[in-house]
């Protein structure tokens, strides 16, 4: 056994990893939630094939026709298929989930890692950028940047990613400090390994788990908010498909066409709701307390 084996830290087993594995798919709120998120993920990938018809092609012909056998979900105020477009604006809502949550950790993860590492006055100073950011509401912030930015889905997601940011940073340094003083840690240090090799090999791997949970469920705020932002005329710009957009036409009609507006707020409703379940069901299957 080499030195460094010895300062390696017994987390990620086999054992331990099989039994979350278990844990995780005996849950049923998580398995509904994923094979759900699996059907809209496969839908937004090939919509080009399973879309009946061109979602950004006006037809005066057949304006706020409601649902039938040709158009199952009914028509919008502009003769568009609306299951057509609520398939084209899952691509849009999901890919704006994903990409925000990745600017978030490609920027808060390391922050926070600096921070609970090295502390000081480095953890000082990232703390109260963290803090002052925080302070603003996860939404408002979002749509504050959103216009700064102005209106496109790149700029929403971006504006997202960073409102977002903060939640990782926080829980990384948290979740560096409660780690700090390990033994595997320590010895280490005493060997004399590289700061930046401690942190890549050890301390990362050992705080993954409560960031993947954050992460999914960070997915449902970061649809939710760009569906906000779509709503508000600062996210996925017409005639492209958003389920935020939708609502933001559907509003008009409420009374004449009220199916214009269940669709897509369906569509976000069972989204967010079914990543929160597998956020949920991560979370309690990645909880170490629960493998033993």
């Known amino acids: 056994m080499t030195m460094i084996e010895t300062v390696s830290p017994i987390l990620f087993r086999p054992r331990s990893t099989s039994r979350a594995l278990q844990k995780f798919l005996g849950n049923k709120g998580a398995m509904i939630g994923a094979g759900i998120l699996i059907v809209f993920a496969l839908a937004a990938i090939f919509a080009p094939w399973i879309a009946p018809y061109n979602p950004i092609k006006t037809n ?70 963290v803090d002052a950011l925080l302070s603003c509401p996860f939404l408002v912030l979002a749509i504050a940047l959103g216009a700064f930015l102005g209106p496109s889905l790149i700029n929403a997601m971006i504006a997202i990613g960073l409102s977002a940011m903060p939640i990782f940073a926080r829980l990384t340094r948290g979740q560096v400090l409660s780690i700090r003083h390990e033994d595997y840690l320590e010895g280490a240090r005493a060997i004399g390994l590289p700061d930046r090799w401690i942190i890549a090999r050890y301390v990362l791997p050992n705080i993954l788990s409560p960031l993947v949970v954050q992460a999914a469920l960070t997915i449902a705020s970061a649809i939710l908010a760009e569906a906000s932002l779509s709503f508000l005329g600062l996210g996925q710009q017409p005639p492209y498909p958003s389920w935020g957009s939708m609502l933001n036409a559907a509003r008009n009609f409420m009374e004449q066409a009220p199916w214009m507006s269940l669709a897509p707020g369906a569509a976000i409703y069972i989204t967010v709701l079914s990543f929160n379940l597998l956020g949920d069901g991560l979370s309690d299957a990645l909880d170490p307390k629960s493998q033993h």
């Open 60 to 129: 005066f012909l057949v304006i706020r026709k409601p649902p039938s056998a040709l158009f199952w979900l009914g028509t919008d105020e502009l003769g568009r298929d609306l299951l057509s477009r609520l398939i084209w604006g899952a691509r849009g809502s999901l890919v704006a989930g994903g990409i925000s949550v990745a600017i978030a950790m490609a920027i808060g993860v390391p922050l926070g890692l600096l921070a609970g590492y090295f502390g000081g006055k480095l953890d000082a100073l990232i703390s109260r950028i």
